[in-house]
């Protein structure tokens, strides 16, 4: 397994980091203390969750299921950097200070709750779950620098940030003396690009570490060709308005070049995105352990220029995944 330094900071972190927002929901705790264990057998040392995960009538269970798991063996909680998100309602009872966004208010709750659910005394990296219009810098950054002196958490990110926002967060962090940003999620892939208009070129300059969501486009780019009926990769499907698998040409042939690379589609589509400048790590939602096969290969795959032009030649750096109208970024292209 590869390693980076995540953004600006000295903290390494895997350039495969485990995504367990199917744990509970769709994977049971025992198939998830699997396939932690069987993640950090091949060096995948970066867990990324959120304090929403676990369905809806079910939030935080996914915190939970992590924290069991750390639990039964504490020496794992040093073998992992683990990294949790805030800002959706969790409580959904619409309570004034009960609405989704970044709060002190809520923040102080909420990171408590976390802490509890996934029995530690920090978050390695705290990230909030989405851009919010509505909270000043002064006291995002007031919140997460009380915090992050409080020893709670040690690294703060950022997700579904646009690139004026990371420089103006990471702008006003800065001022304040701070490191501000290590990371950003976005979600990024062959067939979502939209990133790299703004978001990677900002993420580069201010020192933030990509951390891509969705590599796959929801199993688009997995190469699977049995695509069932009400399948998370069906949805996709109807999401980006294109067939899935062998009857759509450019998905064949993006199966042909990685057959005829020797690797899997999954591997060449996470490798492409591990290739962007600014990208550390790519997150892969795990549901069984078979998906954790070919991360390593996915990891450690150099590609040649000419395999990099022939993807862009699939795969035109215009986007692809359909835009939302009257949308800004990032809800034009993500949620």
């Known amino acids: ?43 995948i040392n970066f867990f990324d969750t959120a304090n929403m995960y676990g369905g809806a009538e079910h939030r935080g269970h996914t915190e939970t299921i992590i924290g069991n798991w750390l639990a039964e063996d504490p020496s ?46 920090r978050v390695d990296l705290y990230q909030t ?27 703060a990110g950022a997700s579904n940030y646009t690139g004026w926002a990371l420089a103006k967060f990471q702008a006003a962090a800065r001022s304040r003396g701070r490191l501000g940003f290590v990371s950003e999620q976005s979600m990024f892939s062959l067939l979502c690009r939209y990133a790299e208009l703004e978001v990677l070129p900002s993420a580069e300059d201010h020192g933030i570490g990509v951390i891509p969501y969705m590599p796959l486009a929801g199993g688009l780019l997995s190469g699977n060709t049995d695509i069932i009926e009400g399948s998370r990769t069906a949805a996709s499907a109807a999401e980006y308005g294109i067939e899935a698998g062998a009857a759509n040409p450019t998905l064949k042939a993006f199966a042909d070049l990685a057959a005829d690379l020797g690797v899997g589609s999954h591997s060449l589509a996470i490798a492409w995105v591990l290739s962007r400048p600014a990208v550390t790590s790519a ?17 450690n795959l150099q590609l040649s220029d000419d395999v990099l032009a022939r993807l862009d030649e699939l795969f035109p750096p215009s986007g692809g995944r359909p835009l939302r109208p009257s949308k800004a970024a990032p809800e034009a292209y993500a949620w």
């Not at 009960?98 to 002190?104: D, K, L, T, V």
């Not at 002064?138 to 020893?151: A, V």
Request: one cysteine or more.
């Open 1 to 43: 397994m590869q390693y980076s330094n995540l953004g600006a900071s000295t903290l390494l972190v895997s350039r495969i980091c485990l995504g367990t927002m199917h744990f509970g929901p769709k994977t049971t705790e025992a198939d998830s203390f699997a396939i932690m264990n069987r993640a950090l057998e091949l060096g």
């Open 76 to 121: 794992r909680r040093d073998q992992i950097v683990l990294a949790t998100k805030v800002y959706g309602d969790m409580e959904a009872d619409g309570r004034p200070n009960s609405h989704r966004g970044f709060s002190a208010y809520r923040v102080r709750r909420h990171l408590e709750d976390s802490l509890r659910r996934l029995q530690t005394d």
């Open 129 to 155: 779950h989405h851009l919010d219009r509505e909270v000043t810098v002064e006291e995002f950054w007031g919140t997460m620098d009380q915090h992050q002196d409080d020893g709670k958490i040690l690294y």
């Open 283 to 299: 997150i892969v939602g795990v549901r069984t352990l078979r998906h954790l096969d070919g991360l390593e290969e996915a990891a």
